[in-house]
């Protein structure tokens, strides 16, 4: 409940690119943020962030001068957070990783889909775990094709051969 | 804000050697050629394109 009652406070602002994480109560004002960008961190106005006032690399540099946890950011592609290294000192999984646990957009949550194709492959659509031989992959938002028609040359995946054989099914 | 215990995979796809195609877990079945929306949790799908019972497998991989 202390949590909640914490973040309620916390804002949000995103781009499309990226979202910066805006905690009030953890701010010290350092004020390197309007200092160095002004154009997004402007506490004169409201919304005091407007994201469209830089570029996304220009944002990112900037926020991770917050010395704290007042000013954070991740990619809105999840995918992307994962490789995300520690020289990117106010990304969330650093300073506030219970934000990279939050269902969002179409990640956790989200059924995978299966789909099978009329007289072709399956597709598979979403964050899913693949196995096949001894190899163990982990797919995130994204997708694979499995042949279904027995012939393609690049097993497990499909290469297009049920076309030309005329599979049926 | 209410927090869920998802994990990024909730799904596995296994493809099994020299047979089907397993799926479990947190995923819908669309079968585009039959016209069903499923989701059932547990399936097996065949891969060798001989099942009388498609897009499921009836163990004809084993016939070849």
């Given at each position: 409940?202390?949590?909640?009652?914490?973040?309620?406070?916390?804002?949000?602002?995103?781009?499309?690119?990226?979202?910066?994480?805006?905690?009030?109560?953890?701010?010290?004002?350092?004020?390197?943020?309007?200092?160095?960008?002004?154009?997004?961190?402007?506490?004169?106005?409201?919304?005091?962030?407007?994201?469209?006032?830089?570029?996304?690399?220009?944002?990112?540099?900037?926020?991770?001068?917050?010395p704290t946890e007042a000013l954070t950011w991740k990619w809105n592609d999840e995918g992307k957070n994962e490789d995300v290294g520690s020289d990117q000192y106010n990304h969330v999984k650093?300073?506030?990783?219970?934000?990279?646990?939050?269902?969002?957009?179409?990640?956790?949550?989200?059924?995978?889909?299966?789909?099978?194709?009329?007289?072709?492959?399956?597709?598979?659509?979403?964050?899913?775990?693949?196995?096949?031989?001894?190899?163990?992959?982990?797919?995130?938002?994204?997708?694979?094709?499995?042949?279904?028609?027995?012939?393609?040359?690049?097993?497990?995946?499909?290469?297009?051969?049920?076309?030309?054989?005329?599979?049926?099914? | 804000?209410?927090?869920?215990?998802?994990?990024?995979?909730?799904?596995?796809?296994?493809?099994?050697?020299?047979?089907?195609?397993?799926?479990?877990?947190?995923?819908?079945?669309?079968?585009l050629k039959r016209g069903d929306e499923s989701t059932p949790g547990e399936i097996w799908l065949c891969r060798c394109?001989?099942?009388?019972?498609?897009?499921?497998?009836?163990?004809?991989?084993?016939?070849?």
């Amino acid at each position: 409940m202390e949590k909640n009652m914490s973040l309620s406070d916390d804002r949000e602002y995103t781009n499309g690119e990226i979202t910066v994480y805006w905690k009030p109560g953890a701010c010290v004002h350092a004020s390197y943020c309007y200092r160095e960008l002004i154009e997004v961190f402007d506490p004169s106005r409201r919304p005091w962030v407007d994201m469209k006032g830089a570029s996304t690399m220009k944002i990112i540099e900037t926020v991770n001068m917050c010395p704290t946890e007042a000013l954070t950011w991740k990619w809105n592609d999840e995918g992307k957070n994962e490789d995300v290294g520690s020289d990117q000192y106010n990304h969330v999984k650093f300073r506030r990783p219970e934000l990279m646990e939050k269902p969002s957009s179409a990640s956790a949550g989200t059924p995978v889909s299966v789909k099978v194709m009329n007289d072709g492959p399956i597709i598979i659509k979403g964050n899913f775990n693949l196995k096949y031989g001894d190899i163990e992959k982990e797919i995130k938002d994204s997708l694979i094709s499995i042949c279904r028609c027995g012939r393609s040359e690049h097993q497990p995946f499909c290469d297009g051969t049920h076309r030309k054989k005329g599979f049926i099914g | 804000m209410e927090k869920e215990e998802n994990k990024p995979s909730e799904a596995i796809v296994e493809v099994i050697t020299g047979g089907p195609l397993r799926i479990s877990g947190n995923f819908i079945l669309k079968d585009l050629k039959r016209g069903d929306e499923s989701t059932p949790g547990e399936i097996w799908l065949c891969r060798c394109g001989k099942s009388s019972n498609k897009p499921y497998c009836d163990g004809s991989h084993r016939n070849k």
